[in-house]
């Protein structure tokens, strides 16, 4: 389907042209298409009303000077939170994704100005943004403390069956090796047949034929239909979306674990509670809440998926304690949870990586199970990269000689420059308040003079004298080149230490 293109037809048409004689034909594609998808919908967004107001916005919108991180206006409010009065009345701003009205950052002076429009983005800008400080502070607020950030929009799923098929299905559609103990929290990779990424999520193994599966927010349309286009044709396994049945708060920072234990019976100790695991846990008055010791940014923490009901109370109470504690406890968004992931170099799904990004070129092949004999999705075309070599790698770009008053900043998109040499593009970008410099995340390749991408190792890249540049606005920076995490120090709570172990 070559439709859904917001008025951008025309520019979009030979990229488009290409991409779909390249599907009838049997070709590899390499064009990202998510952008253009219908799957980037819910049934929601076919709302004649909506669509009434959001079309007319929508002309202006692709005319208008294209602003980082700039929001429509109409159709908004349509899916929120339980939490989400509460958090608008704390100052939260709040950008769409997928229909869903999400916190970005808590704005510190709104809670005493009633002018303030929570729906709506500061004057567009390419430079620094008006939000630097409030982020560095639910940063710091993570890293030092304890926040707690809304994480509801996530797209969830429960897949189960009588026996093991359930384990059987999972094991041929995920990369990663999923047939793990009651309690385990598997991150994996669901695979296309090129090796390319159509998910992805955390399993976690509910029971022996049991999981809940958690993937990003812009995942859920065709994270489901992924799933049951390949469902057993016998019913045998059973497939539910249930976003909308729980809420999810992180808590996370290094008070964590001394404000659950304030709250619940069970032991929150490292040694009781591993991270990568799950329990089912009281807290406060609230019974079967599933909470898991992830953050997805290496800090230590709970993710919290609770039954909708108990969803005000759960947040009340943690707010309440941690406030009568002294925890230092605060509200944080998803800007200070980018800059964490972004910092550690954590890629995500619909900005890092596509349908055409496999493991071995972003740094996951750690969590695809060559060794078993089970088959999956993808299995032999990551076999023969993996003998032959890859032709793009995923680094992180520490940029050099910026200056963070006056000039614009990269919001993803940046050409990368490697020996004065056009290499790939940046995906997503952020400043890093533990390094104290803006950060890059992209894909490079290495190309002859005919322009053809040779196979690329660790050393191409980090040996050799390499430079690395990125253009930002038309000006060249240095960069400094990594491709592996940095040595952050961690927040430490309990001798915790981020598992390595997925």
């Known amino acids: 389907?070559?439709?859904?293109?917001?008025?951008?037809?025309?520019?979009?048409?030979?990229?488009?042209?290409?991409?779909?004689?390249?599907?009838?034909?049997?070709?590899?594609?390499?064009?990202?298409?998510?952008?253009?998808?219908?799957?980037?919908?819910?049934?929601?967004?076919?709302?004649?009303?909506?669509?009434?107001?959001?079309?007319?916005?929508?002309?202006?919108?692709?005319?208008?000077?294209?602003?980082?991180?700039?929001?429509?206006?109409?159709?908004?409010?349509?899916?929120?939170?339980?939490?989400?009065?509460?958090?608008?009345?704390?100052?939260?701003?709040?950008?769409?994704?997928?229909?869903?009205?999400?916190?970005?950052?808590?704005?510190?002076?709104?809670?005493?100005?009633?002018?303030?429009?929570?729906?709506?983005?500061?004057?567009?800008?390419?430079?620094?943004?008006?939000?630097?400080?409030?982020?560095?502070?639910?940063?710091?607020?993570?890293?030092?403390?304890?926040?707690?950030?809304?994480?509801?929009?996530?797209?969830?799923?429960?897949?189960?069956?009588?026996?093991?098929?359930?384990?059987?299905?999972?094991?041929?559609?995920?990369?990663?090796?999923?047939?793990?103990?009651?309690?385990?929290?598997?991150?994996?990779?669901?695979?296309?047949k090129n090796g390319g990424f159509e998910n992805d999520c955390s399993l976690v193994r509910i029971d022996h034929n049991h999981f809940f599966m958690i993937s990003p927010t812009n995942q859920q349309t065709r994270a489901l239909a992924w799933l049951s286009k390949h469902l057993p044709t016998d019913g045998s396994v059973q497939l539910s979306d249930v976003t909308s049945m729980y809420t999810a708060i992180n808590v996370i920072g290094p008070r964590a674990k001394d404000l659950m234990s304030d709250l619940t019976n069970t032991s929150m100790t490292l040694h009781d509670f591993p991270s990568m695991t799950n329990k089912i846990i009281n807290l406060g008055y609230a019974s079967d809440i599933m909470a898991m010791r992830l953050t997805h940014t290496a800090e230590d923490g709970w993710i919290l998926y609770i039954p909708n009901e108990y969803a005000l109370h759960v947040y009340d109470t943690l707010m309440s304690a941690g406030q009568d504690q002294d925890y230092g406890i605060q509200n944080a968004g998803y800007f200070a949870l980018r800059s964490l992931r972004i910092e550690r170099f954590f890629a995500y799904w619909g900005q890092d990586m596509d349908v055409h990004t496999t493991p071995l070129e972003c740094n996951r092949d750690f969590r695809v199970k060559f060794e078993m004999a089970a088959d999956f999705i993808g299995k032999e075309a990551l076999l023969k990269q993996k003998s032959q070599g890859i032709k793009r790698k995923f680094i992180q770009l520490f940029i050099q000689g910026h200056d963070l008053e006056t000039d614009p900043w990269p919001w993803g998109s940046e050409p990368i420059y490697m020996n004065g040499k056009f290499a790939g593009m940046t995906t997503s970008s952020t400043y890093g308040y533990s390094v104290d410099k803006l950060i890059c995340l992209g894909f490079v390749q290495d190309f002859d003079n005919s322009g053809q991408a040779k196979y690329i190792t660790n050393d191409t890249i980090m040996k050799g004298g390499a430079q690395f540049e990125v253009d930002i606005a038309g000006k060249w920076y240095g960069a400094r080149v990594g491709i592996l995490p940095p040595k952050i120090p961690p927040a430490v709570s309990d001798s915790y230490r981020p598992s390595t172990v997925h």
């Not at 253009?36 to 208008?64: Q, W």
């Not at 400080?133 to 189960?160: H, P, Q």
């Open 1 to 192: 389907m070559a439709a859904a293109m917001n008025s951008q037809g025309i520019s979009l048409a030979p990229s488009m042209g290409q991409s779909i004689v390249k599907l009838m034909t049997g070709l590899k594609g390499t064009n990202d298409c998510h952008t253009v998808c219908p799957s980037r919908f819910m049934a929601c967004h076919n709302n004649k009303k909506f669509l009434y107001d959001r079309a007319k916005e929508i002309v202006g919108y692709t005319g208008s000077v294209p602003y980082p991180l700039k929001e429509f206006k109409q159709g908004r409010r349509l899916r929120t939170s339980p939490l989400h009065l509460r958090l608008e009345a704390s100052g939260a701003q709040f950008v769409e994704q997928m229909a869903f009205e999400r916190t970005a950052w808590f704005n510190s002076n709104s809670i005493q100005d009633d002018f303030v429009d929570n729906y709506d983005t500061p004057l567009g800008t390419f430079g620094k943004p008006a939000w630097f400080d409030d982020v560095k502070r639910e940063y710091w607020g993570c890293r030092n403390a304890v926040c707690l950030i809304d994480m509801t929009s996530f797209a969830k799923f429960d897949i189960k069956s009588i026996g093991r098929e359930v384990v059987d299905y999972l094991q041929y559609m995920c990369s990663n090796d999923i047939d793990k103990g009651i309690g385990t929290v598997i991150h994996t990779g669901m695979q296309n």
